[in-house]
C-alpha cells in the first residue's frame, strides 16, 4: 500500500474525507497532500509528509491564485498524534 493511502486511514479514511471536507487529494511517493474548505487555520491547502520511519510534517498553505504561502508548519509527529494536530489547528472534527 502507498505511503499517501497509509497517512488517509491514518486520518480515519473516508470519514475524514466527509467530516471535514477534503478535496482533490494527491498522493506523492511520500506525501498526502488535500485541499479543505475554511478552517480556523486560513490555510486551504495540506500536505502530510512522511519523513522518517514514523515521523511527519503537516504544512499549511493558502493557495490563491498560483502565490501559495505557508501558513504554518509542524513537524515531527508521531502517527498518534496526526489527528490531533490536524483538529488543533483546523477546528475540523475528523470523526463524530
Do not use: H, P, W
Not at 498553505?61 to 515531527?76: E, H, M, N, P, W
Amino acid at each position: 500500500m502507498s505511503v499517501a493511502l497509509t497517512i488517509l486511514e491514518q486520518l480515519g479514511g473516508n470519514r475524514f474525507v466527509m467530516m471535514t471536507g477534503a478535496k482533490s487529494l494527491v498522493k506523492g511517493s511520500d506525501s498526502l497532500t488535500f485541499r479543505l474548505g475554511r478552517n480556523k487555520s486560513k490555510a486551504n491547502l495540506i500536505q502530510i509528509t512522511l519523513t522518517e520511519a514514523d515521523e511527519y510534517d503537516m504544512t499549511f498553505y493558502k493557495l490563491r491564485g498560483i502565490d501559495l504561502q505557508v501558513v504554518d508548519a509542524v513537524s515531527g509527529l508521531y502517527v498518534e498524534n496526526l489527528v490531533e494536530c490536524f483538529e488543533n489547528k483546523t477546528g475540523l472534527y475528523t470523526s463524530l
